[in-house]
């Protein structure tokens, strides 16, 4: 193994440091070995665009940029069309694909995965009907994670966020972040450690008319539930709301809501405010 880059940005709660490294000494990029919050896991990369593949072979680091206590790596390719972005802060690590090109492309497939290289269990939401991945309802689940590929009868494939609670006390998440113009990632889990992204459309993959970026694919670890909870990791990853939008965003107080189903039969308008101001 090659290591190839640390960074010293209180991004781990144990050696306050995150590093990535490579299995090959050709910068390869395809699968990296992250260690997070003092715990080592494995990350692959790689996008299919247009029938073309993109997995960061022979890559090289084109730009690095720090923004808010979060440090950028841009890496690149002989081909540029499409970039990958990491994002290393706070116990926690981020990557996406992006494209400075302006038009059409049709999404194929992605390569991307996180594989969790120690035991754990498994927090997950169930709901083991033909409603499952339909929506993020269902009631909340865990399982041994070897156990995961076997659980759920309808199919391995499990919605965000995944929660791990490791044998050393910590938390783990694997989830995406700032979801825009692409589609929703799913979680197949391919064997008994490794979950991939999974899109709806399976085979036939998706299209986008406009500038292409994905969401974050993003691991954060915590000590404790009360971090994991209050954890900043979404909010600095997502887009700054738009200030035509939400000129005063003064209204907009983080932290647990409830709600209830709002359809026929349910309530009113005024009864579903209630419940929101509670």
Request: proline share 3%; aromatic share 14%; with cysteine.
């Amino acid at each position: 193994s090659q290591w190839l880059f640390s960074t010293t940005t209180d991004l781990c709660s144990i050696d306050k440091s995150v590093v990535v490294k490579t299995k090959e000494k050709n910068l390869d990029f395809s699968e990296l070995q992250i260690c997070v919050g003092g715990l080592e896991y494995s990350v692959e990369t790689g996008i299919t665009i247009n029938e073309k593949s993109y997995n960061f072979n022979t890559a090289y680091i084109q730009n690095v940029s720090e923004t808010e206590g979060i440090r950028y790596y841009t890496i690149n390719t002989d081909d540029p069309t499409i970039l990958l972005e990491l994002a290393l802060f706070k116990n926690s690590f981020a990557f996406r694909y992006k494209s400075a090109i302006n038009g059409a492309f049709h999404v194929n497939s992605e390569e991307s995965s996180f594989r969790v290289l120690t035991k754990a269990d498994v927090y997950y939401f169930e709901r083991n009907n033909n409603y499952k991945l339909k929506s993020y309802a269902g009631t909340w689940e865990h399982c041994a994670l070897e156990d995961m590929a076997v659980i759920t009868k309808k199919s391995p494939i499990q919605g965000s966020p995944l929660i791990f609670k490791f044998k050393d006390g910590k938390y783990g998440v694997i989830t995406e972040v700032n979801l825009q113009n692409y589609s929703g990632a799913r979680w197949l889990l391919t064997d008994s450690t490794k979950f991939k992204v999974n899109f709806t459309e399976g085979n036939a993959g998706f299209s986008i008319d406009s500038s292409f970026c994905t969401p974050w694919r993003v691991f954060f670890v915590s000590d404790n539930l009360t971090n994991l909870v209050n954890q900043d990791v979404i909010k600095q990853l997502s887009t700054k709301p738009n200030l035509t939008l939400y000129g005063n965003t003064d209204y907009i107080i983080p932290g647990k809501c409830v709600w209830r189903w709002f359809s026929k039969g349910t309530g009113t308008p005024i009864e579903e405010k209630q419940f929101i101001d509670y």
